[in-house]
């Protein structure tokens, strides 16, 4: 998380709303000095608690982000599905399909992924496993 870069926002929604630190202070229930420190940075010094307070009086919200070794987190969470999602790729490409594996796609403003997109050439038929 970039500390600055949350203080530079919190600071601009607040200054948005011609509210003085005193006054985001009131409406997060915390203090002045609170407020100060994560306007210049220092939102590790503060409760994670305080300073969802302080967005919501904001009408903002905290979104983190957890990345560990690009995309592999996912399928570290979700083990048991990605252990049935290789199983089921190597099945189907034994008995001859073409086979992809976390296809993404992206339609007008609706995107996704798709587990299993396999296609058996000599059928003609398309599988989506979802």
């Not at 979104?63 to 290789?86: C, N, P, Y």
């Amino acid at each position: 998380m970039n500390l600055v870069r949350v203080g530079r926002v919190v600071r601009t929604l607040r200054r948005r709303r011609s509210w003085r630190q005193v006054d985001l202070a009131r409406a997060a229930v915390c203090s002045q000095q609170m407020i100060s420190l994560v306007e210049c940075g220092w939102a590790d010094r503060v409760s994670l608690r305080t300073t969802m307070r302080l967005l919501a009086a904001l009408e903002a919200e905290l979104d983190l982000v957890i990345r560990w070794r690009g995309g592999q987190l996912e399928s570290l969470l979700d083990e048991g599905h990605a252990s049935l999602t290789t199983d089921l790729a190597r099945t189907l490409e034994r008995a001859g399909w073409l086979v992809r594996v976390e296809v993404t796609y992206a339609v007008g403003r609706e995107a996704g992924s798709i587990d299993v997109l396999a296609f058996h050439p000599s059928l003609g038929i398309l599988l989506v496993v979802e």
